[in-house]
């Protein structure tokens, strides 16, 4: 098993009087895949904007590589390797791939953008994902498909020199074969070294990819557990009910005391 | 390949033209880090790539052009086919044969150049998805403080009266602050310059004035600026606010009924001055030469880097219009045009000016950091902010361009009318300049645009006015058709964005 890279420990977070996030402890390991799955409103999201930089966090510590880190906005987690892919995508439609991908961190100077060399690290980028359906980086992504929007919101997190990505829903909206490319390719990510947080409703991907699994249920981390060590049908009482045999919060009372 | 992206239409937002690939080869940079997926995929699979290294003829590049247009792309295509219309329809019409006369087409530059200005300025706010309905009066209230200090001699204290004077001085010392405080540190240094041409009192003198006039433009627009962006105000209701109040300002300035001569050589010739024959082809040499020279350029090192490349037959097609069309108008604009016996000839100086402005304007949107920011806030705001782009600054920027270049329209026509009145600016000045450029091509939904948008626009808006004028027509006809184009002009950019929407993925 590798080195936690991510670690959250006892973090909290409170949206005035709702307490969304309560003492959740989180472990991302390089080289793996790490499912977050949890009902709605279970606070998967908001753990991961937190992570991101966009809330700040109320109580407990992150921990980048070992030691205690703030993370105060996005650009606090880029600067550590943090990237992460948002369900919307964040893509500018009106831009092409090479643009999009470098948005806010344009190569060059500010009054002379370095356009080749922008052009060419997309394009290494897109090959070393081994992706082959975007026929020219300078499409504009208005005129990309869902699939291929995807990819390119996926190779702008990896562009950088990242090391724990995170996508929230990847393949939400997507059709069985574009769903097989994205899974693949959060596949190939993890197998380079990298962190993957996958957020997913949908078990038969989680299944597929995650080595692990953590499950939020109201606010609450009730199990990381590693993906072999349980059935389709723990973790879908572990959403619904917040336990499952041994796993899980401790007793149904504890469950029920929310607030 | 997923769903249907059996489609080969390569398509370019940024060059707005069809692009090919031809080198397959690619150079590997070590300037920078390699990006994650680059450093566990050593050998990096570029062969994998292999559609986007397919090298394309003029003929292919051109058939992707059309399938582009049929997809809704259409940019200023409908505009300048419509100038082009306008043209010969005029031609015909006109029995007199005023109106293809070398006369009458420099006058049409000169009286569409002020509008056309304040056009391109609008361009920027229009980007991000915003309107800027105060650009004409408060391209009239900078023509009126010019007017003033030329009048008045550089004594505004005695020309404002001493409130009027101390409230402009706090303004303009406010809107430094608030530039500072949004960190747009050209627009503090002009509202600075703004001030301090009003409290120093310098004697009367034309360049002074023109500055004052641009400084002034500056603070009305960091003033719209701060207002929309930082204090979140819809940019609707804030500029209609300032409209009607820039219209009492000018009021209080000039009084009512009254006129501000401008009886300047140098204010006089901006809009009504020409080049000399020798400048006029230094001007084509400049502008044709330095064309080419940057065309060319980019086209060699795109191709010798291996980066999406326009074909070159194609390049040369573009420089070679641009040579001759240049050359013919040169030539024109370089005969007597003169009905009478004073010899007028030389290509109006509104063209250089022009020329400049658009120049800048398309460099700072498609070159630099900024530009990109533009675009992206008007593509997906949140998208931007996400990728850590000052969204606030960018937004309240686009307010100051928009009211610099609006003081610089200004300057234009209040110098071809000779004067400065109340009315200046007012009327529908400002909706001209936005009709001009959403009939040029842009899109009022924000993201989608470009300078020369603007100036294509004006070009159709003035030729419409001049034409409809010379045949005699009444002004009620005049408005009426100039609203049913900007009509149209509105429809395209409706439909075309349905088309792409539907027939691009």
């Given at each position: ?199 997913s409703h949908n078990m038969a991907d989680v299944f597929e990819v995650a080595d692990r699994i953590a499950t939020l249920y109201l606010g609450r981390m009730v199990a990381e557990v590693p993906t072999k060590d349980v059935t ?28 | ?127 991000t998805g915003e309107i800027d309905l105060a650009a004409g009066t408060a391209s009239g209230l900078a023509a009126a403080l010019m007017a003033l200090h030329l009048v008045s001699g550089g004594n505004m204290l005695g020309a ?48 002074l004035e023109m500055l004052l006039a641009i400084s002034v433009g500056v603070v009305i627009g960091v003033l719209t600026g701060f207002l929309v962006a930082k204090v979140g105000m819809p940019s609707f209701v804030v500029t ?266």
């Open positions: 098993m590798s080195e936690p890279i991510l670690q959250l420990r006892a973090v909290s977070k409170s949206f005035g009087a709702v307490r969304v996030l309560h003492d959740v402890d989180f472990t991302v390991r390089a080289g793996e895949v790490t499912a977050l799955v949890g009902d709605n409103g279970a606070g998967k999201s908001t753990l991961v904007k937190c992570v991101a930089g966009i809330h700040p966090i109320d109580g407990g510590d992150i921990l980048f590589e070992g030691n205690p880190v703030t993370v105060h906005s996005p650009a606090d987690a880029a600067a550590l390797g943090i990237e992460v892919v948002y369900q919307d995508l964040a893509l500018a439609d009106n831009l092409d791939i090479v643009q999009n991908m470098f948005l806010g961190r344009e190569r060059g100077r500010s009054w002379l953008l370095d356009e080749s060399d922008m052009e060419q690290a997309a394009r290494r980028t897109l090959a070393s994902l081994s992706v082959r359906t975007v026929t020219s980086v300078r499409m504009p992504v208005a005129s990309l498909s869902g699939g291929q929007r995807q990819t390119v919101a996926i190779a702008k997190a990896v562009l950088w020199d990242s090391k724990v990505v995170l996508l929230d829903e990847p393949t939400a909206a997507l059709g069985v074969a574009q769903t097989r490319q994205v899974l693949d390719l959060v596949r190939r990510l993890a197998e380079q070294g990298l962190g993957v947080v996958l957020i389709h049908g723990q973790v879908v009482e572990l959403i619904t009910a917040g336990r499952s045999g041994d796993l899980g919060l401790a007793r149904p009372e504890a469950a029920g005391v929310t607030q | 390949m997923t769903g249907n992206s059996g489609d080969d239409t390569p398509v370019d937002v940024t060059k707005g033209a069809p692009q090919a690939e031809t080198g397959a080869t690619v150079a590997t940079s070590t300037e920078h880090p390699p990006g994650a997926a680059e450093r566990a995929a050593p050998g990096s699979r570029q062969g994998d790539f292999g559609i986007d290294t397919t090298a394309r003829t003029t003929g292919q590049a051109l058939r992707d052009y059309g399938t582009r247009l049929r997809s809704g792309e259409l940019g200023s295509l409908p505009a300048l086919l419509g100038l082009l219309a306008l043209f010969i329809l005029f031609t015909v019409l006109d029995k007199g044969g005023v109106f293809p006369s070398l006369l009458n087409l420099a006058n049409l530059l000169q009286q569409g150049a002020g509008r056309t200005i304040i056009a391109m300025g609008l361009v920027f706010v229009l980007l404002m009266g001493t409130t009027v004077f101390i409230l402009f001085v706090v303004v303009m010392l406010l809107a430094a602050a608030l530039a500072a405080f949004l960190r747009i540190w050209w627009a503090v240094a002009l509202s600075v310059v703004a001030a301090l041409l009003l409290v120093v009192g310098f004697p009367q003198n034309a360049w209609l606010a300032l409209f009607i109040t820039w219209q009492g300002v000018i009021l209080q300035l000039i009084g009512d009924g009254g006129t501000l001569g401008l009886r300047d050589p140098v204010i006089n010739a901006v809009a009504n001055g020409n080049l000399s024959t020798l400048g006029s082809w230094l001007l084509f040499v400049v502008g044709a030469g330095g064309y080419a020279l940057v065309l060319l350029n980019r086209q060699r090192t795109r191709l010798a880097k291996g980066l999406v490349a326009q074909p070159t037959g194609l390049v040369l097609l573009k420089i070679g219009a641009v040579v001759v069309l240049g050359a013919v108008a040169t030539y024109l604009l370089t005969q007597d045009r003169s009905p009478g016996l004073i010899e007028i000839s030389g290509v109006p100086y509104v063209v250089p000016i022009v020329l400049v402005l658009l120049v800048v304007g398309t460099y700072v949107l498609d070159r630099t950091r900024f530009g990109r920011h533009v675009y992206a806030v008007g593509g997906n705001r949140e998208a931007a902010r996400r990728a850590g782009i000052d969204v606030v600054r960018i937004r309240a920027s686009v307010f100051v361009i928009s009211s610099a270049f609006a003081a610089i329209g200004a300057i234009v026509y209040s110098s071809k009318v000779g004067s400065v009145s109340p009315a200046a600016g007012g009327g529908n000045t400002l909706l001209f300049a936005v009709g001009a450029a959403v009939i040029g091509g842009t899109s009022l939904f924000g993201g989608r645009g470009r300078v020369s948008n603007a100036v294509i626009g004006g070009a159709v808006l003035a030729t419409v006015e001049n034409g409809l004028g010379l045949l005699k027509q009444p002004a009620a006809v005049v408005f009426v058709i100039t609203g049913l184009v900007l009509l149209v002009a509105a429809g395209v950019d409706v439909l075309s964005r349905r088309r792409s929407a539907t027939a691009g993925r």
